[in-house]
Structure formats: C-alpha cells, structure tokens
C-alpha cells in the first residue's frame, strides 16, 4: 500500500505559542486535517483552508483511529497533545491503535515530533527541581489501578526521588492527591517538614501560579487539573528570594542516602 498521505504527532507545549517548535509549527501549517482535544485546538492560530477535528477528552483511541484512517486516505495529518505527546498522551494511543489494525498501515508515513512538557516548563519556572535523578507519575486512574500508582509512590519515595505528578486531582477524583501525600509522609516520617513541594499550575498562561510549600504542610485544595505538582528528593534545595518567589533546586552531586 503506498498513499501521500502522513500523520504527525505533535505536542504544542503547555501553554504560549513561544514553546511550540518551529517543527511543530511548520506542521501546523502544513496539516490539512488537525485533530485534538477541543481546548488544544482552540490554543492553535487557524489556517486556512485546514479542517479542524475536536474531540473531547476520553476518546483518545477513536481520535487516533480516525486520524490514522483519513492519513491513510492521503490527508497530512496533525494530531495535536498538549506538552510533549509521548507524555500522558497521544502517541502511546496511536501506536495502540497501529498494533492491532491491518499490517498495512504499517507503511503509512507517521512520526512523532516532541514538544515541551509540562513538567520541564514547570521546572524552569521553579528553578532547577529535576537537576538530579526524577520520575514522572500520573496520578489519574482512569486508565490504571490505583494500586498501582500507590506502589509506585512508595517505591519512587524510597527510592529518592524527586517527583513530579501530572494529572494530580480532579472533579471526579478529588481525594487521590490527600491519599498521595498521606502515603509520601508515611515512606518519609522523618523529613515531612523538610521535603519542599511546589504547585505549579497554569504554566505560562496569563494565570501561571506557582507556590512552594513542605509536605508536612502542603494542602491538596490548592491543586487542580492544570497543576503540576512537584516533590523533591532529600537532597532539594530552596533559595529565598526578596520578591517571596523562591528558587528550588537539586544539586548536582547527592550525598549517600539514608
Ligand atoms: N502531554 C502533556 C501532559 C498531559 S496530562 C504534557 O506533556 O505536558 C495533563 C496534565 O499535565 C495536567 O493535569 C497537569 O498536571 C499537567 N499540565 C499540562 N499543562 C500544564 C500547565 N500549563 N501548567 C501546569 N501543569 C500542566
């Protein structure tokens, strides 16, 4: 099967249109169909005579099939995540989708192209948090138990960590970020009111807000769908600073834990 058509899985970035990549924007431009979650669509500048297909969210493996079926058809394809689309998001739908259907869409043209995640955005904003080892854990479960996420928790506690957690509270989940740090303060009893937390939300939006509290103090009300949150390792640092917004950052070297 040979067709011209193409399909780009591109990430627009979590917010500005600054911290979109030229690559990403070249296929913007050059897309004959975009499909996305309506808010990242209505994020894009429009172009054109290019057909806009939203959706909302939840319906990630359809919006995959149906963009890589109109690809197939010869269409140039966008589909559009927020961040970086091999985070929380989008490519991992398309390939699941690819694994399963016909081998011959195997030969379709498809590439992934990377965009700036929110976790690294909110790291730059909050200073240097991730300059040593991280993980990222996505705290909904949707799409996983949540004992899973428990032990992964625990483990990346134990383990040291810094951590940084997408998805981490919601309308439909509002008690998972509680029941998060109620775990965090049990692996690290000893270290609550010394491990810094940051809550980094609406990064590079117009309502950016960022505040850095402890563990032992840090209240899940605060925290919504657009906010990242942060937890540093032991090693975290945070440096005052006269306009209230402090830097946090890990250093480069760690000393033996524990
Ligand atoms: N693919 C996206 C993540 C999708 S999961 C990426 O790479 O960033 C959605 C979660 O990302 C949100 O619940 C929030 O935790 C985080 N997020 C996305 N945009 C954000 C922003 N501008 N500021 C803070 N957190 C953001």
Redesign the pocket.
């Known amino acids: 099967m040979t067709s011209r058509g193409w399909l780009r899985v591109v990430?627009i970035g979590?917010?500005p249109a600054q911290w979109i990549t030229p690559e990403v924007q070249a296929v913007l431009t050059e897309a004959s169909d975009v499909f996305g979650y309506h808010s990242y669509l209505d994020r894009l500048a429009p172009v054109g005579r290019q057909e806009l297909h939203p959706s909302d969210n939840g319906q990630e493996l359809q919006r995959a099939r149906r963009a890589l079926e109109l690809a197939l058809g010869g269409a140039r394809v966008a589909i559009v995540?927020?961040?970086?689309?091999g985070?929380?998001?989008m490519a991992a739908a398309v390939f699941e989708v690819l694994e399963r259907a016909p081998a011959a869409w195997r030969a379709l043209d498809i590439s992934v192209l990377p965009?700036v995640?929110?976790?690294l955005?909110?790291a730059a904003r909050l200073g240097a948090p991730l300059g040593n080892d991280f993980c990222a854990i996505?705290l909904s479960d949707n799409l996983k138990p949540w004992s899973v996420i428990a032990t992964r928790l625990r483990l990346a506690a134990q383990a040291d960590f810094a951590i940084a957690l997408?998805?981490?509270r919601s309308r439909a989940r509002p008690d998972q970020l509680q029941h998060a740090f109620e775990l965090l303060r049990s692996e690290r009893p000893e270290r609550g009111a010394q491990t810094w937390v940051a809550f980094?939300?609406?990064?590079?939006?117009p309502d950016e807000d960022l505040s850095i509290t402890t563990l032992a103090a840090a209240d899940p009300d605060r925290v919504d769908?657009?906010?990242?949150v942060l937890i540093g390792a032991t090693g975290t640092r945070c440096i005052e600073r006269p306009n209230g917004q402090p830097w946090l950052y890990c250093p480069r070297h760690i000393d033996e834990v524990r």
């Open positions: 990430g979590p917010g995540s927020g961040g970086d689309p985070v929380f998001a965009g995640t929110a976790m955005a909110a996505n997408y998805n981490p980094a939300r609406a990064v590079g939006r769908m657009r906010t990242l």
